[in-house]
Each structure stands twice: as structure tokens, then as C-alpha cells.
T-cell receptor
Framework: AQSVTQLDSHVSVSEGTPVLLRCNYS??????LFWYVQHPNKGLQLLLK??????LVKGINGFEAEFKKSETSFHLTKPSAHMSDAAEYFC????????????FGAGTILRVKS | EAEVAQSPRYKITEKSQAVAFWCDPI?????LYWYRQILGQGPELLVQ????????DSQLPKDRFSAERLKGVDSTLKIQPAELGDSAMYLC?????????????FGPGTRLTVT
């Protein structure tokens, strides 16, 4: 079985400062891991994905995440926050067998202060 | 760029009424998913189709929810009768087997309010 824990329900940063959104996962299989972003009244958009290639994954809009198997973590980072980054972020795990079922974390709301 | 289409975007209904949502996946995507997202939570899979066949409906409340994908293309999710606890965002996603990551593409969702 797969599960995801997002360690912070809300994160607040100032514009131009680094962003760190934390995620721990549990999986019985070799996992695929994703980060999705959801802006208000918009659909979920894929930021980045890990599928067993490089452990440091680069995504859109300057975001990146590092897969750390020993820590079962997949934290999302960005060097410098922009106002447009304010949204809800979901860490997601999927087993690479068994139907590609996605299991979502509860989400982290990112607030960016000017 | 191809997108997943959903309608309606918003729906208000009274409890005990029937309601239906429609989804048109990206052309060529054989796998279609319906998710429910309750406010403050992450999406939860309700049902997964491979072409016209259901491959996972373990979390679908079958006493009141039904889903179909008759021709293996678009899909309809129905609730009858609706209950107050069904108020949520209903998301549709699609994916195409043959890619390593099986990336799922999401539609904008239908926000349901049951009064």
C-alpha cells in the first residue's frame, strides 16, 4: 500500500526567499512520485515527477525535488518564491505496478508575502 | 495543447436529487479516472476505467454513485440521490499507457454543492 504525508498544511514565505514543502512517502513497491499544483478554481497541474531515473528532479517554474530513499522523502524546493507561486501543492505517490493508482497527500497551502 | 474537458464547472443541487457530471479525456487516452476532492483534502480515486471497463471502483459508494464509459471515450459520473456530504470537487483525469510514468492529466473539475 502507498501513502503520503505532507508535513506542513500551510507554509508562508516572503517573495524572493526559498521555498521548502516537505513530503514523506510509504510504498510497498518502487514508487513513482509527483508534485502537483492547484491554483484556485483551476485544475491540477503537474510540476515534476520522479520515476527511478535521476534522484534530483527539475520541474516547471523553477521547482525541483530530490528523491531520498533512505529518508523516504521527496521534498519540493524553489530558490526564490514568486507571488504567482501562491497555491496548494500536493505530493503524490504511485506504485509502478497495479494500475497506476495515485495516492495524494492532504496538500500544503503556500502563501507568498510581498 | 490537448486538455481534459469537464462539465458543468459548477453544480448546485438539493439533497435527494440526481446529479451527473461529464468528462471528455484527451484523445487517445485509454485510461480515465474520477476523483473526489473534499475541501481541505487531497483528491481520492473513485473509479478507474481502462477503455470501457472498470478496473478499480473500490472507493466508489455504489449505493448512490455510478460511472460509465460506454464507448471507451467520454464518461459520466452520476449521484442519485445526492447527500449533503457529497459536496466536493469532482475531478476527471486521463492517461495513456506506454509511458513510464503514466502521467495523469486533470480537467478543471466540477464543484458540487448539495443544499
Amino acid at each position: 500500500a502507498q501513502s503520503v504525508t505532507q508535513l506542513d498544511s500551510h507554509v508562508s514565505v516572503s517573495e524572493g526567499t526559498p521555498v521548502l514543502l516537505r513530503c514523506n512517502y510509504s510504498s510497498s513497491y518502487s514508487p513513482s512520485l509527483f508534485w502537483y499544483v492547484q491554483h484556485p478554481n483551476k485544475g491540477l497541474q503537474l510540476l515534476l515527477k520522479y520515476t527511478s531515473a535521476a534522484t534530483l528532479v527539475k520541474g516547471i517554474n523553477g521547482f525541483e525535488a530530490e528523491f531520498k530513499k533512505s529518508e523516504t522523502s521527496f521534498h519540493l524546493t524553489k530558490p526564490s518564491a514568486h507571488m504567482s507561486d501562491a497555491a496548494e501543492y500536493f505530493c503524490v505517490v504511485s506504485a509502478r505496478t497495479g494500475g497506476n493508482k495515485l495516492v495524494f497527500g492532504a496538500g500544503t497551502i503556500l502563501r507568498v508575502k510581498s | 495543447e490537448a486538455e481534459v474537458a469537464q462539465s458543468p464547472r459548477y453544480k448546485i443541487t438539493e439533497k435527494s436529487q440526481a446529479v451527473a457530471f461529464w468528462c471528455d479525456p484527451i484523445s487517445g487516452h485509454a485510461t480515465l479516472y474520477w476523483y473526489r476532492q473534499i475541501l481541505g483534502q487531497g483528491p481520492e480515486l473513485l473509479v478507474q476505467f481502462q477503455d470501457e471497463s472498470v478496473v478499480d471502483d473500490s472507493q466508489l459508494p455504489k449505493d448512490r454513485f455510478s460511472a460509465e464509459r460506454l464507448k471507451g471515450v467520454d464518461s459520466t459520473l452520476k449521484i442519485q440521490p445526492a447527500e449533503l456530504g457529497d459536496s466536493a470537487m469532482y475531478l476527471c483525469a486521463s492517461s495513456s499507457p506506454g509511458t513510464v510514468s503514466y502521467e495523469q492529466y486533470f480537467g478543471p473539475g466540477t464543484r458540487l454543492t448539495v443544499t
